[in-house]
């Protein structure tokens, strides 16, 4: 019975794998034959059909794609529709794009989501913050809150420090938990800030349900 189900494994691990490459594969052959057909038709409007040979329809829409794409970016054009609402969010220029690399270069955290509830995150940077003219006893961190199971779309938080909690591992490992915990670390590892002391981090930690010392970290 357990070689069995050690098997089933097997089988349903290449099902996983196997399933989305077919999706992609079939998406592709639809929108690419959609293509070929569509800019074929378009270019028959103006060139005779014996000089439309199989694969200028795709290299059609390629060309169309691409002085499109120098148009949004180039010139006003993509200004003016960067200005509209909604739609503007896919024509800003400038920034940094979440990516897996992105992420992978970035410390993962736990912060209080809700006052009984951590979720995992990346930390994007840190803020001082001032009241008037006095420098506050608080910063903030800005983390990003990534979706699942997409985890490259997510939402930007700016949550006070003492609320986060830097890991220790690595970010594949995060990632990893995030998917459904598909695969889990040994542990998680909490380090504390650079500034904080062994009994600030100690007191801090408790909201995470950690009641022990902090790692040592080597310089």
């Known amino acids: 019975m357990k070689l069995a189900k050690h098997q089933l494994g097997f089988l349903l691990y290449g099902f996983i794998f196997w399933l989305p490459v077919a999706i992609v594969i079939l998406v592709c052959v639809y929108i690419f034959g959609d293509l070929e057909h569509y800019g074929h038709v378009f270019l028959t409007l103006f060139v005779p059909d014996r000089f439309v040979y199989t694969g200028l329809g795709i290299v059609f829409w390629l060309v169309i794609f691409f002085l499109t794409g120098v148009l949004l970016k180039a010139t006003s054009v993509g200004d003016f529709f960067a200005s509209v609402p909604f739609v503007g969010t896919f024509f800003r220029r400038g920034g940094e794009i979440i990516t897996i690399d992105t992420l992978a270069n970035m410390t993962p955290c736990l912060f209080l989501y809700s006052p009984t509830c951590p979720s995992y995150g990346w930390i994007l940077s840190e803020e001082k913050v001032r009241l008037n003219t006095e420098k506050a006893d608080f910063g903030l961190v800005n983390v990003y809150y990534p979706n699942v199971p997409t985890i490259l779309t997510g939402q930007v938080y700016s949550v006070r420090k003492e609320t986060v909690i830097k890991l220790g591992n690595p970010s594949r490992e995060i990632i990893d938990v995030l998917l459904y915990g598909l695969r889990r670390p040994e542990d998680i590892q909490y380090i ?25 970290i080597q310089q």
């Open 192 to 216: 504390p800030w650079e500034d904080e002391t062994e009994e600030e981090f100690k007191e801090r930690a408790k909201r995470f349900g950690l009641h022990q010392a902090p790692i040592k």
